[in-house]
């Protein structure tokens, strides 16, 4: 596996989605080699940020800092190192759909991942994602981000964040 896989391989294969995997992962452990005083928020967010900046004129979305922030906040709440295994198969989903869709054990694994966190985002248990938030990324300047961009932004996004939830819910 590895830049081969990426570029040559049967992109609805097994392979090719572990092969994503792992250069998402990655990322991830690399950031912690640089920086390892630092929260696990951070990693992750920097997981996104490696990833997704080259493509940030094609991409605009999903380099925006509300979007990063807040896909680098929900998988805060899942400790390491799950937590970038939960988001490298967010960002298979998004980048290589096709994979996911026809090998359903990847959102399966996302689902089961997340289900806590989506049930409090559901929820709008902001307090205990706060919690859990604090608990897992000690260190880090920002406390208790919880609703990311505030409550009226949280609601607009609330119904894209219920799509994912169904959508790991359906393959379980």
């Known amino acids: 596996m590895g830049y081969f896989t990426n570029i040559f391989g049967d992109r609805e294969s097994e392979k090719f989605a572990d092969s994503w995997l792992k250069t998402y992962r990655a990322n991830y452990f690399k950031s912690i080699s640089q920086y390892p005083n630092y929260p696990t928020v951070f990693h992750l967010f920097s997981m996104w940020h490696i990833y997704f900046h080259p493509m940030r004129e094609r991409k605009p979305h999903l380099y925006a800092l509300e979007v990063r922030k807040l896909v680098s906040c929900i998988h805060a709440c899942i400790p390491h190192p799950e937590c970038s295994d939960a988001l490298a198969l967010c960002m298979l989903s998004i980048e290589q759909p096709q994979v996911v869709a026809k090998h359903p054990q990847y959102e399966i694994a996302y689902g089961h991942y997340m289900s806590e966190v989506f ?52 393959k379980r």
């Open 119 to 170: 049930n409090l985002m559901q929820e709008d248990d902001f307090d205990a994602l706060n919690t859990i938030y604090d608990r897992l990324n000690p260190g880090t300047k920002e406390k208790s981000p919880f609703p990311i961009g505030g409550k009226e932004l949280w609601q607009s996004s609330k119904e894209a964040i219920l799509i994912l939830r169904k959508t790991g819910e359906s």
